[in-house]
């Protein structure tokens, strides 16, 4: 009933940039959050930044200054910029929205399916 769809994930060599895209849609009344999470090989998946429908952000302190998250309200689509990329930020990137599908029901949580990003020389 609602998709994330994740895309931008490659691989890049150290110090490159990479943008992630992730678009939600299907039976979407409102969107409190979008964020993306990531999980490296052998560990948990961890948030890596988060904004709010009022554009309040919020950043892992090992992305600040070197990662930028942003969305477009209109399209229901949050992107995340990294740049300064290092090969401990290798991992599945993962999607999650906070929305809800009518006015007066639950807070829901949606994730997408997640992308890859491979920081290697």
């Known amino acids: 009933q609602v998709q994330l769809v994740e895309s931008g994930g490659g691989l890049v060599q150290p110090g490159g940039s990479l943008r992630l895209s992730c678009a939600a849609s299907?039976?979407?009344?409102?969107?409190?959050?979008m964020g993306w999470f990531r999980q490296a090989p052998g560990k948990q998946r961890e948030l890596v930044a988060t904004?709010?429908?009022?554009?309040?952000?919020n950043y892992a302190e090992s992305v600040k200054g070197r990662f930028t998250i942003s969305r477009d309200g209109a399209k229901n689509t949050v992107f995340l910029q990294m740049n300064s990329l290092k090969p401990e930020d290798t991992a599945v990137y993962y999607c999650?929205?906070?929305?809800?599908?009518?006015?007066?029901?639950?807070?829901?949580?949606?994730w997408g399916r997640g992308t890859l990003v491979t920081v290697s020389s």
């Open positions: 299907g039976s979407i009344f409102s969107i409190n959050a």
């Open positions: 999650n929205t906070e929305m809800k599908m009518r006015p007066l029901g639950p807070l829901l949580g949606v």
């Open positions: 904004i709010t429908s009022g554009g309040s952000t």
